[in-house]
């Protein structure tokens, strides 16, 4: 895997470039997806897709961010009307998830005998132009969860850094375009993103 670009931020969190081929074409498929399913196209067929969900806390007056759940193949039933759709999200996104975290066992060797399973789905996250954020959290000890991958879907808007706070490791707007970030026990706060659509893989 020498053509894999990544920069090790610190023990265990590796920052990966440009491993989305076409990541606009995400962004446009989940839109597209949640508004065909608005309007009732499905009718009665059967579809695991939803409407962007809103994601709240009890204490914030309006949600952090809009979740548009997303599956990987073997989770996508024959019978779901929006199953092409699906699918071509499922191909360029888990593709380039799977390339990148084969590469990080490269460097952690431990992880493979670690994990024992995939989360059977995941989450693309839209946040508004208006105070959207991920309030400061930590996947470990919470959850199951022994690594977490943010992948960044665009970055044509201002805010949207991730302070890794144990670590003393920030992201930068520089860092943002089409990157993945996998890492282990650390919290990924997101703070004052904009128009930011990103995928959460856990």
């Not at 990987?72 to 799977?98: C, Q």
């Not at 990148?100 to 059977?120: D, G």
Request: charge should be negative.
């Amino acid at each position: 895997m020498s053509d894999v670009d990544f920069e090790v931020l610190d023990l265990g969190l590796v920052l990966y470039k440009d491993m989305i081929p076409d990541a606009q074409k995400v962004i446009t498929l989940a839109n597209n997806l949640a508004g065909r399913f608005i309007s009732g196209e499905h009718g009665e067929n059967f579809t695991k897709v939803q409407d962007w969900e809103p994601w709240w806390d009890d204490h914030m007056p309006k949600p952090f961010n809009y979740k548009f759940y997303i599956f990987r193949h073997n989770e996508i039933l024959a019978n779901d009307y929006y199953r092409k759709e699906l699918i071509e999200i499922a191909d360029s996104l888990y593709g380039s998830l799977d390339r990148a975290f084969e590469h990080y066992l490269t460097l952690y060797p431990w992880a493979r005998n670690s994990v024992k399973s995939e989360e059977k789905q995941d989450g693309i996250l839209r946040y508004e132009k208006d105070g959207g954020h991920l309030p400061a959290h930590q996947d470990l000890g919470v959850s199951s969860r022994l690594i977490s991958t943010v992948s960044y879907l665009n970055d044509n808007y201002e805010g949207g850094e991730i302070e890794f706070r144990q670590s003393n490791v920030g992201t930068s707007q520089n860092h943002r375009k089409n990157a993945q970030k996998l890492g282990r026990d650390v919290p990924k706060p997101c703070t004052n993103s904009k128009k930011a659509v990103k995928m959460c893989k856990k």
